[in-house]
C-alpha cells in the first residue's frame, strides 16, 4: 500500500529555473493539497483540489501552480523559482473532514 | 477566521516524564481535531484525533480531550519515551467546507534517556 507519493525527495534549482513536484496517491481520496514547512511557520497551505478538475488556492498560492486531470495525480508546478521558495513541500490527501490527511514523505527544495 | 495556536518549543524532558503540549484553536463552526506527529525526515502521520466536544483522542498511550468551552486540545502522555522524540502538530480541519486544515507550528519534543 504506497499511500502518498512525492517524488523527487531533493531538488536543487537556479533562481528562475522551472520544475514540477509530482504528487500520486492510491486511496481514491478526493481531496488532495500541497503544503511548504517552514522552520517557526508551521505548515501552510499552498493549493488545495477537491476533485479532478478543481483547484482552489491556499495560503501561500503565489508562485505555484497546480492542476488535477485524475483523482489520483496532484503535481504543483513552479514557473520561475525564487530563494523564498526554499522550503520543505509537502503533498497530503484525505477522504473528508473527519478523516485524517495522509501525508507524502516530502520535498526538499534549495533555490539558490 | 480558522487557526491554531500551540505552545512554543523546544521542549526536553527526562524518560519517564509527563508531557504535555497545549494547543487552543478558533474556528467558526465545530471543527474536528487532530494532533500529528513527525519523525525527522519524514512527513506527518496522524497521531489521533476528535471529531466532537468531550471526544477523547487516544493512541500510542498519547491522549487529548476536545474542549469546546476552553477551544482546547491539549496533548498529554504520562511516560514519555526516548522514542517519542519527535516534531507535533496540532491542527483542525474546516468546519464548513471540510476540505481545509489548520496547522499549529510545531513543537518540537527531545526525551533524554
Known amino acids: 500500500n504506497a499511500g502518498v507519493t512525492q517524488t523527487p525527495k531533493f531538488q536543487v534549482l537556479k533562481t528562475g529555473q522551472s520544475m514540477t513536484l509530482q504528487c500520486a496517491q492510491d486511496?481514491?481520496?478526493?481531496?488532495m493539497s500541497w503544503y511548504r514547512q517552514d522552520p517557526g511557520m508551521g505548515l501552510r497551505l499552498i493549493h488545495y483540489s477537491v476533485g479532478a478538475g478543481i483547484t482552489d488556492q491556499g495560503e501561500v498560492p503565489n508562485g505555484y501552480n497546480v492542476s488535477r486531470s485524475t483523482t489520483e495525480d496532484f503535481p504543483l508546478r513552479l514557473l520561475s523559482a525564487a530563494p523564498s521558495q526554499t522550503s520543505v513541500y509537502f503533498c497530503a490527501s484525505s477522504n473528508n473532514r473527519e478523516s485524517p490527511l495522509h501525508f507524502g514523505n516530502g520535498t526538499r527544495l534549495t533555490v539558490t | 477566521g480558522n487557526s491554531v495556536t500551540q505552545m512554543e518549543g523546544p521542549v526536553t524532558l527526562s524518560e519517564e516524564a509527563f508531557l504535555t503540549i497545549n494547543c487552543t484553536y478558533t474556528?467558526?463552526?465545530?471543527?474536528?481535531l487532530f494532533w500529528y506527529v513527525q519523525y525527522p525526515g519524514e512527513g506527518l502521520q496522524l497521531l489521533l484525533k476528535?471529531?466532537?466536544?468531550?471526544d477523547k483522542g487516544s493512541n500510542k498511550g498519547f491522549e487529548a480531550t476536545y474542549r469546546k468551552e476552553t477551544t482546547s486540545f491539549h496533548l498529554e502522555k504520562g511516560s514519555v519515551q526516548v522514542s517519542d522524540s519527535a516534531v507535533y502538530f496540532c491542527a483542525l480541519s474546516d468546519p464548513l467546507t471540510g476540505n481545509q486544515f489548520y496547522f499549529g507550528t510545531g513543537t518540537s519534543l527531545t526525551v533524554i534517556p
Open positions: 474556528a467558526t463552526g465545530y471543527p474536528s
Open positions: 486511496m481514491n481520496h478526493e481531496y
Open positions: 476528535a471529531t466532537k466536544a468531550d
